[in-house]
C-alpha cells in the first residue's frame, strides 16, 4: 500500500511524524479524507475537531485539535493546530468538567477530547 510522509504539529510540541497510509481532518468544508497522491490543498480546521491518522506501520492514532490548518503537498501532509491532545492523554473528568467552563476555549477542547475519545474507542 501507498504511504506519504505525514507530521502533527501543535504550537506546543510535535505529535506526530512518520510515513502514513491516511490521514482524516474536519475543517471548515467538513472531513477531509487525505490519501498518497492527493491533490495539493490547504485546509483550516475546525476549532473542536478531531485528526485520525493511519500509520503506515501501526495501529490508528486520533488526537482531539483546536484550530489550525491542514497542508497537502506532493510529498507530504502536515497538520498544524494551535492545540492538539492523543485522545488516549485525554483526562476524560477533566475534558468533562472543562465542558461547564464559562470558558469558550475550555469548553470547546474539552468537547474536541471526548469526540476524539469516542472516535478512538469506535
Not at 491516511?22 to 491533490?39: F, S
Not at 488526537?63 to 497537502?72: E, I, T
Not at 492523543?86 to 476524560?92: N, P, S
Request: hydrophobic letters at 40%; glycine letters at 8%; a negative charge.
Amino acid at each position: 500500500m501507498a504511504d506519504i510522509t505525514a507530521e502533527l504539529v501543535s504550537v506546543e510540541r510535535l505529535l506526530w511524524t512518520g510515513k502514513a497510509t491516511m490521514v482524516t481532518a474536519e475543517t471548515t468544508e467538513g472531513e477531509i479524507g487525505v490519501l498518497p497522491g492527493h491533490e495539493p490543498m490547504v485546509g483550516q480546521l475546525i476549532n473542536n475537531g478531531v485528526v485520525t491518522i493511519h500509520p503506515a506501520d501501526g495501529e490508528r492514532r486520533v488526537a482531539a485539535v483546536q484550530g489550525g490548518f491542514l497542508s497537502v503537498s506532493e510529498n507530504k501532509i502536515t497538520v498544524l493546530a494551535d492545540w492538539a491532545i492523543w485522545a488516549r492523554e485525554v483526562d476524560e473528568t477533566q475534558a468533562q468538567e472543562d465542558l461547564k467552563s464559562e470558558d469558550e476555549l475550555t469548553r470547546s477542547r474539552g468537547d474536541a477530547a471526548l469526540r476524539a475519545v469516542r472516535r478512538f474507542n469506535s
